[in-house]
T-cell receptor, first 117, second 113 residues
């Protein structure tokens, strides 16, 4: 009953360090997303993927890279962390919504809290 | 362009009061999907409901109800007899067919005992 799992849950980095957040889903979903949530800013889309081997930029992609080598995994990388990247990161997955059916909601991971000093 | 507005930034009510959270969306598409999510203080995002543009039927689930009106582009959420456990940030979201989600800024609901 795992759903969407994010690792790590917490991380503290120094400016300039690199790290990777891992997202894994066991629901065979085609679509996967990375969001960041800052106080008072709601959810902002960083990158997303509509299938294995594909990625695309979202609303705030600068400073991040992603990879989707396997359908179940979506990795978010920070090559050179900056204090502005201090945030809570959420991974999510979904199926594509059927045109005439009620499907396609996002399933979220528990979030990863990243602090960049 | 698509947009979701949740005009109420914060709402405070006393337990057992009814409260309505407003959501207004903008889209020119005729096929779209609307969602509500709850984010309690623990931080996780919990899916509450989805509606597609072809189904304007309102829905009730226990103390929760949703009113979808295409004429006013609104998808409002009412909690009846609110409880302290309802305290959370609530997000309304819009998704077009084959496209990404657009989230509203959220409404922080505080239910006081």
């Amino acid at each position: 009953n795992a759903g969407v799992t994010q690792t790590p849950k917490f991380r503290v980095l120094k400016t300039g360090q690199s790290m990777t957040l891992l997202c894994a889903q066991d629901m065979n979903h085609e679509y996967m997303y990375w969001y960041r949530q800052d106080p008072g800013m709601g959810l902002r889309l960083i990158h997303y993927s509509v299938g294995e081997g594909t990625t695309a930029k979202g609303e705030v992609p600068d400073g991040y890279n992603v990879s989707r080598l396997k359908k179940q995994n979506f990795l978010l990388g920070l090559e050179s962390a900056a204090p502005s990247q201090t945030s809570v990161y959420f991974c999510a997955s979904s199926v594509s919504p059927g045109r005439f059916t009620n499907t396609g909601e996002l399933f979220f991971g528990e979030g990863s809290r990243l602090t960049v000093l | 362009a698509q947009k979701v507005t949740q005009a109420q930034t914060e709402i405070s009510v006393v337990e057992k009061e009814d409260v309505t959270l407003d959501c207004v969306y903008e889209t020119r598409d005729t096929t779209y999907y609307l969602f509500w999510y709850k984010q309690p203080p623990s931080g996780e995002l919990v899916f509450l409901i989805r509606r597609n543009s072809f189904d304007e039927q309102n829905e009730i689930s226990g103390r929760y109800s949703w009113n979808f009106q295409k004429s006013t582009s609104s998808f409002n959420f009412t909690i009846t007899a609110s409880q302290v456990v309802d305290s959370a940030v609530y997000f309304c979201a819009l998704r077009l067919y084959g496209q990404n989600f657009v989230f509203g800024p959220g409404t922080r609901l505080s239910v006081l005992p």
